[in-house]
C-alpha cells in the first residue's frame, strides 16, 4: 500500500503564481523527500526534510513537514511552464534502509 | 558521471516471451532499486539490492519476475514468462544515502 497520498491530485495554475502541494503519510519516518518527474522521463530528487526539520528551503522550494500530523507540503513559488510535472512525495520509515515509498503523484500544469 | 542506464528505452514483445532489462547504477552507489509504474498503481518497488544482495523481494509480483545483480555495476530484470499486464514503465534507481537517482525507464509493452 502507498504510505505517501498527495493532495490535490491535479493542479493547474497560472506562470507566475504559487503552487501547494500536500502529503500525507501513514507511520513514522526518518524522512521524507520530493521528486519531480517530467512526461517520459525518470524521477528526479528536489529536496529532502529530515524527521526533526519543520521548513527547508531550496530556491523556489519550500517544504514542511509537520509529524503530529503526519503530513508534508511542497511550495513552488513563482511558478514557469517548465515547472508542468508530475511531483511525488516518498518517505523512508525508521530502518528502511534507503527503501523509499512513493505517493501516486500530483499533476501540475502551469499555463504560459 | 552519465547517471543510472537502462537498456532497452522500448521494449515490445509477445505475450509469452522472456524479457531481460538491464540497468547499470551510478558508481559508486551501493544500493539499487527496481520500480515499475503504471497509471492504476502508481509506483511500486520491487526489488532492491544492497552490496550486490537483494534484501527486499516483497514486491516482486510474482515467480515469472526475477532479478540478479552479479556485481556492483550491473543488475538485471528478467519476466519469463511475459503477459500483458506486465505492461509498465520499468525504473532503476541507485544511491550512496538518501537522495535516489532514478534512470530514464524501460517502456514495456505485451501483446
Known amino acids: 500500500s502507498q504510505q505517501g497520498e498527495e493532495d490535490p491530485q491535479a493542479l493547474s495554475i497560472q506562470e507566475g503564481e504559487n503552487a501547494t502541494m500536500n502529503c500525507s503519510y501513514k507511520?513514522?519516518?526518518?524522512?521524507l523527500q520530493w521528486y519531480r518527474q517530467n512526461s517520459g522521463r525518470g524521477l528526479v530528487h528536489l529536496i529532502l526534510?529530515?524527521?526533526?526539520?519543520r521548513e527547508k528551503h531550496s530556491g523556489r522550494l519550500r517544504v514542511t513537514l509537520d509529524t503530529s500530523k503526519k503530513s508534508s507540503s511542497l511550495l513552488i513559488t513563482a511558478s514557469r511552464a517548465a515547472d508542468t510535472a508530475s511531483y511525488f512525495c516518498?518517505?523512508?520509515?525508521?530502518?528502511?534502509?534507503?527503501?523509499?515509498?512513493f505517493g501516486k503523484g500530483i499533476t501540475l500544469s502551469v499555463r504560459p | 558521471d552519465a547517471g543510472v542506464i537502462q537498456s532497452p528505452r522500448h521494449e515490445v514483445t509477445e505475450m509469452g516471451q522472456e524479457v531481460t532489462l538491464r540497468c547499470k547504477p551510478i558508481?559508486?552507489?551501493?544500493?539499487l532499486f527496481w520500480y515499475r509504474q503504471t497509471m492504476m498503481r502508481g509506483l511500486e518497488l520491487l526489488i532492491y539490492?544492497?552490496?550486490?544482495?537483494?534484501?527486499?523481494d516483497s514486491g516482486m509480483p510474482e515467480d515469472r519476475f526475477s532479478a540478479k545483480m552479479p556485481n556492483a555495476s550491473f543488475s538485471t530484470l528478467k519476466i519469463q514468462p511475459s503477459e500483458p499486464r506486465d505492461s509498465a514503465v520499468y525504473f532503476c534507481?541507485?544511491?550512496?544515502?538518501?537522495?535516489?537517482?532514478f534512470g530514464p525507464g524501460t517502456r514495456l509493452t505485451v501483446t
Open positions: 507511520t513514522s519516518i526518518n524522512n
Open positions: 516518498a518517505t523512508e520509515g525508521p530502518g528502511a534502509n534507503s527503501k523509499l515509498t
Open positions: 558508481s559508486g552507489h551501493d544500493y
Open positions: 526534510i529530515r524527521s526533526n526539520e
Open positions: 534507481a541507485s544511491t550512496a544515502g538518501y537522495e535516489q537517482y
Open positions: 539490492f544492497n552490496n550486490n544482495v537483494p534484501i527486499d
